[in-house]
Protein backbone atom coordinates (compact mmCIF):
# COMPACT_ATOMS: atom_id res chain seq x y z
CA UNK A 1 0.00 0.00 0.00
CA UNK A 2 1.34 3.25 -1.04
CA UNK A 3 1.82 5.81 1.59
CA UNK A 4 0.63 9.64 1.44
CA UNK A 5 4.36 10.93 0.94
CA UNK A 6 4.50 8.37 -1.87
CA UNK A 7 1.07 9.85 -3.50
CA UNK A 8 2.46 12.88 -3.76
CA UNK A 9 4.03 14.62 -7.43
CA UNK A 10 6.47 12.64 -7.89
CA UNK A 11 9.53 13.53 -9.88
CA UNK A 12 11.13 10.39 -12.32
CA UNK A 13 14.14 10.32 -14.41
CA UNK A 14 14.44 7.94 -17.09
CA UNK A 15 18.55 7.83 -17.47
CA UNK A 16 19.99 5.59 -20.43
CA UNK A 17 23.29 4.95 -21.63
CA UNK A 18 23.30 5.65 -25.29
CA UNK A 19 25.64 2.65 -26.16
CA UNK A 20 23.28 0.62 -28.18
CA UNK A 21 19.69 0.64 -30.52
CA UNK A 22 17.02 1.67 -28.00
CA UNK A 23 14.75 -1.94 -27.14
CA UNK A 24 11.67 -2.16 -25.57
CA UNK A 25 12.97 -3.67 -23.02
CA UNK A 26 14.69 0.01 -21.40
CA UNK A 27 11.87 1.50 -23.19
CA UNK A 28 9.57 -0.57 -20.85
CA UNK A 29 11.69 1.34 -17.90
CA UNK A 30 11.06 4.67 -19.34
CA UNK A 31 7.33 3.89 -19.60
CA UNK A 32 6.55 3.05 -16.22
CA UNK A 33 8.86 6.29 -14.85
CA UNK A 34 6.80 7.79 -16.77
CA UNK A 35 3.43 6.90 -15.94
CA UNK A 36 4.39 7.48 -12.25
CA UNK A 37 5.05 10.97 -13.06
CA UNK A 38 1.93 11.62 -15.14
CA UNK A 39 -0.34 9.29 -12.67
CA UNK A 40 0.65 11.28 -9.55
CA UNK A 41 0.76 14.67 -11.46
CA UNK A 42 4.74 15.54 -11.30
CA UNK A 43 7.22 15.54 -13.14
CA UNK A 44 9.57 12.88 -15.71
CA UNK A 45 13.30 13.69 -16.49
CA UNK A 46 15.21 12.98 -19.28
CA UNK A 47 19.02 12.57 -18.29
CA UNK A 48 21.57 11.21 -20.81
CA UNK A 49 24.06 9.14 -19.19
CA UNK A 50 26.76 9.38 -21.03
CA UNK A 51 30.39 8.80 -19.34
CA UNK A 52 31.16 5.20 -20.21
CA UNK A 53 33.04 6.94 -23.25
CA UNK A 54 34.29 3.60 -24.58
CA UNK A 55 31.05 2.25 -25.39
CA UNK A 56 28.71 5.20 -26.93
CA UNK A 57 27.41 4.21 -29.97
CA UNK A 58 27.17 7.51 -32.33
CA UNK A 59 23.32 8.07 -32.92
CA UNK A 60 21.94 6.19 -30.50
CA UNK A 61 21.03 9.24 -28.24
CA UNK A 62 19.15 10.18 -31.07
CA UNK A 63 17.36 7.59 -31.94
CA UNK A 64 16.47 6.91 -28.11
CA UNK A 65 14.64 10.34 -28.08
CA UNK A 66 13.16 9.73 -30.62
CA UNK A 67 11.94 6.58 -29.91
CA UNK A 68 10.10 8.16 -26.92
CA UNK A 69 8.35 10.90 -28.60
CA UNK A 70 6.78 8.58 -30.78
CA UNK A 71 5.56 6.32 -27.97
CA UNK A 72 4.15 9.26 -26.68
CA UNK A 73 6.64 9.62 -23.60
CA UNK A 74 7.64 13.35 -23.16
CA UNK A 75 9.41 15.32 -20.93
CA UNK A 76 8.94 18.33 -18.31
CA UNK A 77 12.80 18.84 -18.73
CA UNK A 78 15.45 17.34 -20.42
CA UNK A 79 19.00 17.80 -22.80
CA UNK A 80 17.23 19.32 -25.77
CA UNK A 81 15.38 22.23 -23.25
CA UNK A 82 16.94 25.27 -21.54
CA UNK A 83 20.05 24.69 -19.56
CA UNK A 84 20.06 20.98 -21.31
CA UNK A 85 23.70 20.42 -20.48
CA UNK A 86 22.63 20.00 -17.41
CA UNK A 87 20.83 16.52 -18.51
CA UNK A 88 23.73 15.23 -20.32
CA UNK A 89 26.28 13.72 -17.73
CA UNK A 90 29.50 14.23 -19.63
CA UNK A 91 28.96 17.89 -19.11
CA UNK A 92 29.04 18.30 -15.79
CA UNK A 93 32.17 16.84 -14.54
CA UNK A 94 33.18 20.04 -12.38
CA UNK A 95 30.15 18.83 -10.21
CA UNK A 96 31.34 15.54 -10.19
CA UNK A 97 34.67 16.35 -9.00
CA UNK A 98 33.15 18.88 -6.47
CA UNK A 99 31.65 15.75 -4.66
CA UNK A 100 34.27 13.49 -5.01
CA UNK A 101 36.61 16.30 -3.21
CA UNK A 102 33.99 16.73 -0.56
CA UNK A 103 33.80 12.91 0.02
CA UNK A 104 38.12 12.44 -0.08
CA UNK A 105 37.78 15.80 2.49
CA UNK A 106 36.01 13.76 5.06
CA UNK A 107 37.41 10.75 4.70
CA UNK A 108 34.98 8.72 3.08
CA UNK A 109 36.93 8.58 -0.27
CA UNK A 110 40.52 7.48 -1.40
CA UNK A 111 42.62 7.52 -4.11
CA UNK A 112 43.97 3.81 -5.70
CA UNK A 113 46.50 2.60 -8.04
CA UNK A 114 45.88 -0.95 -8.18
CA UNK A 115 46.83 -1.94 -11.39
CA UNK A 116 44.39 -4.36 -13.48
CA UNK A 117 46.95 -7.61 -12.97
CA UNK A 118 46.89 -7.38 -9.08
CA UNK A 119 43.03 -6.68 -9.05
CA UNK A 120 43.21 -10.15 -11.33
CA UNK A 121 45.26 -12.13 -8.48
CA UNK A 122 42.77 -10.68 -5.77
CA UNK A 123 39.94 -11.98 -8.10
CA UNK A 124 40.98 -15.30 -8.42
CA UNK A 125 42.64 -16.12 -4.92
CA UNK A 126 38.66 -15.22 -3.83
CA UNK A 127 37.22 -17.58 -6.05
CA UNK A 128 39.67 -20.19 -4.93
CA UNK A 129 38.62 -19.90 -1.14
CA UNK A 130 35.21 -19.72 -2.23
CA UNK A 131 34.69 -15.95 -1.45
CA UNK A 132 32.35 -13.59 -3.33
CA UNK A 133 34.69 -11.59 -5.63
CA UNK A 134 35.45 -7.99 -4.20
CA UNK A 135 38.10 -5.23 -4.06
CA UNK A 136 40.14 -5.90 -0.74
CA UNK A 137 40.05 -2.38 0.27
CA UNK A 138 44.06 -2.40 -0.44
CA UNK A 139 44.47 1.42 -0.46
CA UNK A 140 42.36 2.37 1.73
CA UNK A 141 44.98 3.04 4.23
CA UNK A 142 47.77 4.05 1.81
CA UNK A 143 46.78 7.46 1.68
CA UNK A 144 47.92 8.01 -1.54
CA UNK A 145 47.35 11.63 -3.48
CA UNK A 146 45.68 12.40 -6.89
CA UNK A 147 48.34 10.76 -9.60
CA UNK A 148 47.61 10.12 -13.30
CA UNK A 149 46.17 6.61 -13.29
CA UNK A 150 44.75 6.73 -10.15
CA UNK A 151 41.43 6.17 -9.42
CA UNK A 152 39.21 7.16 -6.14
CA UNK A 153 37.20 4.68 -4.17
CA UNK A 154 34.61 4.87 -1.93
CA UNK A 155 34.79 3.88 1.64
CA UNK A 156 31.96 1.99 2.08
CA UNK A 157 30.82 0.08 5.72
CA UNK A 158 33.15 -2.73 6.08
CA UNK A 159 30.78 -4.48 8.96
CA UNK A 160 27.31 -4.51 9.72
CA UNK A 161 24.54 -4.18 7.08
CA UNK A 162 22.93 -2.00 4.57
CA UNK A 163 19.04 -1.92 4.33
CA UNK A 164 17.52 -0.64 1.36
CA UNK A 165 13.59 0.18 1.06
CA UNK A 166 12.25 -0.96 -2.02
CA UNK A 167 8.71 0.12 -2.62
CA UNK A 168 7.80 -3.19 -4.86
CA UNK A 169 10.00 -5.77 -2.77
CA UNK A 170 10.02 -4.22 0.75
CA UNK A 171 12.94 -3.77 3.07
CA UNK A 172 16.38 -6.03 1.69
CA UNK A 173 19.28 -6.51 3.93
CA UNK A 174 22.90 -6.48 2.41
CA UNK A 175 25.85 -7.52 4.26
CA UNK A 176 28.66 -4.53 4.24
CA UNK A 177 31.05 -7.17 4.25
CA UNK A 178 29.87 -8.20 0.56
CA UNK A 179 30.84 -5.13 -1.14
CA UNK A 180 34.34 -3.95 -1.14
CA UNK A 181 34.75 -0.26 -2.02
CA UNK A 182 33.53 1.05 -5.06
CA UNK A 183 35.43 3.32 -8.11
CA UNK A 184 33.69 6.50 -8.11
CA UNK A 185 35.90 8.67 -10.48
CA UNK A 186 37.46 6.67 -13.10
CA UNK A 187 41.06 7.50 -14.00
CA UNK A 188 40.26 9.09 -17.33
CA UNK A 189 38.06 11.71 -14.85
CA UNK A 190 34.95 10.73 -15.52
CA UNK A 191 32.70 9.10 -12.61
CA UNK A 192 30.98 6.09 -12.64
CA UNK A 193 27.33 5.52 -12.81
CA UNK A 194 27.43 5.14 -8.64
CA UNK A 195 28.56 8.59 -8.16
CA UNK A 196 27.43 10.20 -11.17
CA UNK A 197 23.66 8.93 -10.63
CA UNK A 198 23.17 9.60 -6.87
CA UNK A 199 24.73 12.99 -7.60
CA UNK A 200 22.05 13.45 -10.31
CA UNK A 201 19.10 12.09 -8.44
CA UNK A 202 20.01 14.35 -5.78
CA UNK A 203 20.74 17.71 -7.51
CA UNK A 204 16.95 16.77 -10.29
CA UNK A 205 15.22 16.53 -6.71
CA UNK A 206 14.15 13.35 -8.33
CA UNK A 207 11.53 11.25 -6.13
CA UNK A 208 11.48 8.42 -7.04
CA UNK A 209 13.97 5.81 -8.64
CA UNK A 210 12.38 3.70 -11.15
CA UNK A 211 15.01 1.40 -12.86
CA UNK A 212 15.86 -2.83 -13.92
CA UNK A 213 16.64 -5.08 -10.54
CA UNK A 214 20.42 -5.10 -12.04
CA UNK A 215 20.98 -2.58 -10.07
CA UNK A 216 19.58 -3.55 -7.01
CA UNK A 217 23.00 -5.14 -5.75
CA UNK A 218 24.49 -1.96 -6.31
CA UNK A 219 22.18 0.14 -4.25
CA UNK A 220 23.77 -0.58 -1.19
CA UNK A 221 26.40 1.60 -2.76
CA UNK A 222 23.99 4.16 -3.64
CA UNK A 223 22.22 4.22 0.05
CA UNK A 224 25.49 4.80 1.44
CA UNK A 225 26.79 7.95 -1.21
CA UNK A 226 23.72 9.46 0.06
CA UNK A 227 24.31 9.06 4.11
CA UNK A 228 27.85 10.11 3.86
CA UNK A 229 26.78 13.61 1.81
CA UNK A 230 24.29 13.82 4.18
CA UNK A 231 21.41 13.44 1.59
CA UNK A 232 18.18 12.19 1.65
CA UNK A 233 17.68 8.60 -0.58
CA UNK A 234 14.77 8.71 -3.04
CA UNK A 235 12.17 6.29 -3.16
CA UNK A 236 13.47 3.22 -5.11
CA UNK A 237 11.19 0.85 -7.22
CA UNK A 238 13.51 -1.67 -8.89
CA UNK A 239 11.90 -3.85 -11.74
CA UNK A 240 11.89 -7.63 -12.69
CA UNK A 241 13.83 -7.57 -16.46
CA UNK A 242 12.01 -8.36 -19.54
CA UNK A 243 13.41 -11.51 -20.69
CA UNK A 244 13.69 -13.15 -24.22
CA UNK A 245 11.79 -16.59 -25.22
CA UNK A 246 14.21 -18.27 -23.65
CA UNK A 247 14.03 -16.27 -20.03
CA UNK A 248 17.27 -14.50 -20.67
CA UNK A 249 17.96 -10.82 -20.81
CA UNK A 250 17.29 -8.73 -23.52
CA UNK A 251 20.69 -6.69 -25.25
CA UNK A 252 21.33 -3.73 -26.33
CA UNK A 253 24.04 -5.00 -29.08
CA UNK A 254 23.74 -8.12 -30.72
CA UNK A 255 26.04 -11.45 -30.34
CA UNK A 256 27.34 -12.51 -33.70
CA UNK A 257 26.21 -16.27 -33.00
CA UNK A 258 22.74 -16.06 -33.21
CA UNK A 259 20.78 -18.30 -35.14
CA UNK A 260 18.84 -16.48 -38.37
CA UNK A 261 15.35 -17.33 -36.07
CA UNK A 262 16.31 -15.63 -32.89
CA UNK A 263 17.75 -12.98 -34.83
CA UNK A 264 14.31 -12.56 -36.34
CA UNK A 265 13.33 -12.30 -33.16
CA UNK A 266 15.91 -10.03 -31.27
CA UNK A 267 14.90 -7.80 -34.37
CA UNK A 268 11.31 -7.46 -33.33
CA UNK A 269 12.70 -6.31 -29.97
CA UNK A 270 14.24 -2.89 -31.63
CA UNK A 271 11.84 0.25 -31.64
CA UNK A 272 13.34 1.56 -35.06
CA UNK A 273 12.25 -1.89 -36.11
CA UNK A 274 8.75 -1.75 -35.00
CA UNK A 275 8.14 1.59 -36.46
CA UNK A 276 9.21 0.63 -39.72
CA UNK A 277 7.01 -2.27 -39.78
CA UNK A 278 4.06 -0.04 -38.70
CA UNK A 279 3.12 -1.10 -35.22
CA UNK A 280 1.02 1.12 -33.75
CA UNK A 281 2.53 3.46 -30.56
CA UNK A 282 -0.99 3.36 -28.97
CA UNK A 283 -0.91 -0.63 -29.12
CA UNK A 284 3.23 -0.92 -28.60
CA UNK A 285 2.11 1.92 -25.46
CA UNK A 286 -0.22 -0.88 -24.01
CA UNK A 287 1.79 -3.82 -24.98
CA UNK A 288 4.46 -3.04 -23.08
CA UNK A 289 2.58 -1.61 -19.82
CA UNK A 290 0.89 -5.19 -19.74
CA UNK A 291 4.66 -6.64 -19.22
CA UNK A 292 4.88 -6.36 -15.29
CA UNK A 293 2.19 -4.90 -14.30
CA UNK A 294 -1.81 -5.08 -14.52
CA UNK A 295 -4.53 -2.56 -14.15
CA UNK A 296 -6.64 -4.87 -11.43
CA UNK A 297 -9.34 -6.54 -13.79
CA UNK A 298 -9.41 -8.31 -16.87
CA UNK A 299 -9.63 -5.70 -19.42
CA UNK A 300 -6.23 -5.02 -21.70
CA UNK A 301 -6.89 -2.90 -24.44
CA UNK A 302 -6.24 0.21 -23.05
CA UNK A 303 -5.98 4.17 -24.60
CA UNK A 304 -2.43 5.96 -22.39
CA UNK A 305 -4.70 8.00 -20.52
CA UNK A 306 -6.65 5.01 -19.66
CA UNK A 307 -3.48 3.38 -18.30
CA UNK A 308 -1.86 6.80 -16.48
CA UNK A 309 -5.35 7.01 -14.34
CA UNK A 310 -4.96 3.23 -13.29
CA UNK A 311 -1.22 3.18 -12.75
CA UNK A 312 0.01 2.17 -9.20
CA UNK A 313 3.03 1.09 -7.85
CA UNK A 314 1.77 -1.64 -6.10
CA UNK A 315 0.24 -3.66 -9.28
CA UNK A 316 3.49 -3.89 -10.61
CA UNK A 317 4.97 -7.58 -10.71
CA UNK A 318 7.94 -8.86 -9.43
CA UNK A 319 8.56 -11.65 -11.53
CA UNK A 320 10.44 -11.38 -14.82
CA UNK A 321 8.12 -10.41 -18.00
CA UNK A 322 8.26 -12.41 -21.79
CA UNK A 323 8.75 -10.45 -24.94
CA UNK A 324 5.69 -12.27 -26.89
CA UNK A 325 6.18 -11.21 -30.30
CA UNK A 326 2.58 -13.09 -30.28
CA UNK A 327 1.16 -10.96 -27.84
CA UNK A 328 2.92 -7.85 -29.61
CA UNK A 329 0.89 -8.80 -32.87
CA UNK A 330 -2.42 -9.39 -30.87
CA UNK A 331 -2.41 -6.10 -29.12
CA UNK A 332 -1.56 -4.20 -32.84
CA UNK A 333 -4.14 -5.82 -33.75
CA UNK A 334 -6.84 -4.72 -31.90
CA UNK A 335 -6.02 -1.30 -32.07
CA UNK A 336 -5.64 -0.73 -35.73
CA UNK A 337 -9.87 -2.58 -35.06
CA UNK A 338 -9.85 0.64 -33.29
CA UNK A 339 -9.45 2.45 -36.37
CA UNK A 340 -12.17 4.25 -38.87
CA UNK A 341 -11.10 2.93 -42.78
CA UNK A 342 -10.32 6.89 -43.22
CA UNK A 343 -7.91 6.75 -39.99
CA UNK A 344 -6.32 3.39 -40.93
CA UNK A 345 -6.20 4.28 -44.76
CA UNK A 346 -4.19 7.29 -44.05
CA UNK A 347 -1.60 5.20 -41.88
CA UNK A 348 -0.82 2.62 -44.91
CA UNK A 349 -1.02 4.65 -47.67
CA UNK A 350 2.78 5.91 -47.29
CA UNK A 351 3.45 1.90 -46.95
CA UNK A 352 1.94 1.53 -50.40
CA UNK A 353 3.46 5.24 -52.24
CA UNK A 354 6.73 3.58 -51.47
CA UNK A 355 6.17 0.18 -53.03
CA UNK A 356 4.20 1.95 -55.89
CA UNK A 357 5.19 5.39 -56.34
CA UNK A 358 3.86 5.85 -59.67
CA UNK A 359 0.51 4.58 -58.77
CA UNK A 360 -2.17 7.51 -59.39
CA UNK A 361 -4.47 5.51 -57.43
CA UNK A 362 -3.47 6.38 -54.29
CA UNK A 363 -4.47 9.99 -54.82
CA UNK A 364 -8.42 9.03 -54.67
CA UNK A 365 -9.24 8.98 -51.16
CA UNK A 366 -12.32 7.18 -51.61
CA UNK A 367 -10.48 4.17 -53.54
CA UNK A 368 -7.88 3.52 -50.68
CA UNK A 369 -10.46 3.76 -48.15
CA UNK A 370 -12.05 1.28 -49.84
CA UNK A 371 -8.81 -0.92 -50.36
CA UNK A 372 -8.59 -0.76 -46.44
CA UNK A 373 -11.51 -2.37 -45.75
CA UNK A 374 -10.96 -4.94 -48.12
CA UNK A 375 -7.67 -5.70 -46.56
CA UNK A 376 -7.20 -4.41 -43.33
CA UNK A 377 -8.57 -8.23 -41.27
CA UNK A 378 -5.32 -9.51 -43.04
CA UNK A 379 -3.00 -6.97 -41.31
CA UNK A 380 -0.67 -7.48 -38.42
CA UNK A 381 1.28 -4.55 -38.94
CA UNK A 382 0.88 -1.48 -41.79
CA UNK A 383 3.65 -2.81 -43.53
CA UNK A 384 1.82 -6.14 -44.30
CA UNK A 385 -0.62 -3.93 -46.70
CA UNK A 386 1.94 -3.79 -49.04
CA UNK A 387 1.70 -7.72 -50.24
CA UNK A 388 -1.98 -7.95 -49.26
CA UNK A 389 -3.07 -5.22 -51.26
CA UNK A 390 -0.57 -6.58 -54.02
CA UNK A 391 -3.47 -7.47 -56.08
CA UNK A 392 -4.85 -3.91 -56.54
CA UNK A 393 -1.34 -2.66 -58.06
CA UNK A 394 -0.33 -6.21 -59.68
CA UNK A 395 -1.52 -8.45 -61.80
CA UNK A 396 -0.23 -12.53 -61.05
CA UNK A 397 2.72 -13.35 -62.81
CA UNK A 398 3.16 -16.93 -61.46
CA UNK A 399 1.04 -19.06 -59.81
CA UNK A 400 1.92 -21.25 -56.82
CA UNK A 401 1.62 -25.28 -57.52
CA UNK A 402 -2.11 -25.13 -55.27
CA UNK A 403 -3.37 -21.84 -57.58
CA UNK A 404 -2.44 -23.64 -60.33
CA UNK A 405 -4.39 -25.85 -59.66
CA UNK A 406 -7.23 -24.72 -59.19
CA UNK A 407 -7.13 -22.83 -62.82
CA UNK A 408 -6.17 -26.37 -64.23
CA UNK A 409 -9.75 -27.90 -63.02
CA UNK A 410 -12.16 -28.40 -65.79
CA UNK A 411 -14.46 -25.91 -63.82
CA UNK A 412 -11.96 -22.56 -64.24
CA UNK A 413 -12.64 -21.64 -67.60
CA UNK A 414 -16.16 -21.92 -67.84
CA UNK A 415 -16.14 -19.76 -64.55
CA UNK A 416 -13.90 -17.51 -65.82
CA UNK A 417 -15.43 -17.24 -69.44
CA UNK A 418 -19.01 -16.93 -67.38
CA UNK A 419 -17.60 -13.31 -65.43
CA UNK A 420 -15.74 -12.36 -68.69
CA UNK A 421 -18.65 -12.06 -70.68
CA UNK A 422 -20.63 -10.64 -67.72
CA UNK A 423 -18.60 -7.67 -66.85
CA UNK A 424 -20.73 -4.36 -68.40
CA UNK A 425 -19.03 -2.15 -70.51
CA UNK A 426 -18.46 0.55 -68.11
CA UNK A 427 -14.61 1.59 -66.45
CA UNK A 428 -15.46 0.55 -62.86
CA UNK A 429 -17.86 -1.61 -61.19
CA UNK A 430 -19.60 -0.39 -57.87
CA UNK A 431 -19.84 -2.81 -54.84
CA UNK A 432 -22.97 -3.21 -55.59
CA UNK A 433 -22.69 -4.39 -59.29
CA UNK A 434 -20.08 -6.11 -58.41
CA UNK A 435 -21.89 -8.03 -55.59
CA UNK A 436 -24.67 -8.54 -58.32
CA UNK A 437 -22.20 -9.90 -61.65
CA UNK A 438 -20.78 -12.66 -59.07
CA UNK A 439 -23.66 -13.72 -57.80
CA UNK A 440 -25.68 -13.85 -61.60
CA UNK A 441 -22.62 -15.46 -62.30
CA UNK A 442 -22.60 -17.91 -59.74
CA UNK A 443 -26.50 -18.44 -59.97
CA UNK A 444 -25.84 -19.07 -63.97
CA UNK A 445 -23.58 -21.52 -63.65
CA UNK A 446 -24.89 -24.15 -61.07
CA UNK A 447 -28.14 -24.08 -62.75
CA UNK A 448 -26.31 -24.69 -65.95
CA UNK A 449 -23.69 -26.77 -65.46
CA UNK A 450 -23.99 -27.98 -61.40
CA UNK A 451 -21.17 -26.16 -60.04
CA UNK A 452 -20.63 -25.24 -56.31
CA UNK A 453 -19.73 -21.80 -55.21
CA UNK A 454 -16.47 -22.57 -54.75
CA UNK A 455 -16.03 -24.30 -57.74
CA UNK A 456 -17.35 -20.74 -59.45
CA UNK A 457 -15.67 -18.39 -57.13
CA UNK A 458 -12.23 -20.05 -56.61
CA UNK A 459 -10.78 -20.11 -59.77
CA UNK A 460 -11.93 -16.51 -60.28
CA UNK A 461 -9.77 -15.35 -57.47
CA UNK A 462 -7.01 -17.11 -58.50
CA UNK A 463 -7.24 -15.47 -62.16
CA UNK A 464 -7.61 -11.99 -60.18
CA UNK A 465 -5.04 -12.11 -57.42
CA UNK A 466 -2.69 -15.40 -58.03
CA UNK A 467 -4.11 -16.49 -54.34
CA UNK A 468 -6.22 -19.14 -52.57
CA UNK A 469 -7.27 -16.66 -50.26
CA UNK A 470 -7.58 -12.84 -49.62
CA UNK A 471 -9.84 -10.23 -49.44
CA UNK A 472 -13.35 -10.61 -50.46
CA UNK A 473 -13.77 -10.96 -53.74
CA UNK A 474 -16.56 -8.78 -54.11
CA UNK A 475 -14.11 -5.96 -52.75
CA UNK A 476 -11.39 -6.98 -55.68
CA UNK A 477 -14.05 -7.12 -58.41
CA UNK A 478 -14.72 -3.47 -57.49
CA UNK A 479 -11.24 -2.31 -56.55
CA UNK A 480 -9.64 -3.25 -60.31
CA UNK A 481 -11.04 -1.59 -63.41
CA UNK A 482 -12.96 -3.83 -66.00
CA UNK A 483 -10.16 -3.59 -68.38
CA UNK A 484 -8.14 -5.43 -66.07
CA UNK A 485 -10.47 -7.37 -64.61
CA UNK A 486 -10.75 -8.98 -68.45
CA UNK A 487 -7.19 -9.10 -69.06
CA UNK A 488 -6.46 -11.27 -65.48
CA UNK A 489 -9.52 -13.29 -66.84
CA UNK A 490 -8.07 -13.94 -70.39
CA UNK A 491 -4.21 -14.61 -69.06
CA UNK A 492 -5.64 -17.15 -66.29
CA UNK A 493 -7.45 -18.99 -69.45
CA UNK A 494 -3.77 -19.61 -70.98
CA UNK A 495 -3.53 -21.68 -67.58
CA UNK A 496 -6.73 -23.67 -67.78
CA UNK A 497 -7.59 -26.79 -69.65
CA UNK A 498 -9.45 -26.00 -72.64
CA UNK A 499 -13.30 -26.05 -71.88
Known amino acids: MM ?32 LWARHTHGQFILRIEDTDRER ?19 WDEGPDMANGRRYVQSYNLARYHEIVAQLLDSG ?22 GQKPRYDNHCRARALGAAENRVVRFAMPERGETLVHDLLRGTIRFENADHGDPIILKSDGYPTYHLASVVDDHDMRITHVIRADEWLPSTPIHVNLYAALGWQAPH ?42 GYLPQAVFNFLAFLGWHPGTTEELMTPEEIVARFTLDRLSTSSAVFDVDRLNWFNQQHMKRLSNAELSALLVPYLQDAYPE ?10 EALTAAVRDELVALSDVVEAARFAFEAPQTFTAEALAVLQNEAAPVALSALSAALPQTAQLTRAEAEATLKSVRDQLKQAHGLSGKQVLLPIRVALTGKIGGAHLTDILALLSV ?3 RERLQRALSKAPTA
Request: net charge positive; hydrophobic share 40%.
Open 3 to 34: SESELKPARTRYAPSPTGRTHLGNLRTALFAW
Open 56 to 74: LVEGAQEELMDALRWLGLT
Open 108 to 129: RAYYCDCSPERLEIVRRTQQAR
Open 236 to 277: FVHLPLVTDHERRKIKKRSDADQSAEYAEYAEMLRVATLRQR
Open 359 to 368: SARLADAAWC
Open 483 to 485: AEL
